[in-house]
């Protein structure tokens, strides 16, 4: 037995791969929002009809991208679950 097991079945690492992938979209995506609100002040308040779309535009991409992040994470400790109890 191994202190660091390894994803034996090949769509262990593809959704690994695709995780790694989707973190750092998220991550851009959330950068990207905190500059435009840092722009304006902190608040979407004082945002132009344009910014707000984008930001509106930006939110919601990240919390799709966030969903399939989670969705990814189900799928990884189901397969590792020796039980099936998941």
């Known amino acids: 037995m191994t202190d660091n097991p390894q994803p034996s079945d090949p769509n ?14 998220y991550e851009a995506l959330d950068e990207e929002i905190d500059s435009l609100l840092a722009l304006h002040n902190g608040s979407t308040e004082k945002m132009s009809d344009e910014d707000y779309e984008h930001y509106r535009d930006l939110a919601h991409r990240r919390d799709y991208v966030y969903n399939q992040m989670k969705s990814i994470e189900r799928q990884i400790l189901l397969d590792d679950d020796p039980d099936g109890d998941r």
Request: aromatic share 8%; hydrophobic share 35%.
């Open 12 to 25: 262990d690492i593809d959704r690994v791969h695709e995780y790694q992938k989707l973190v750092l979209e």
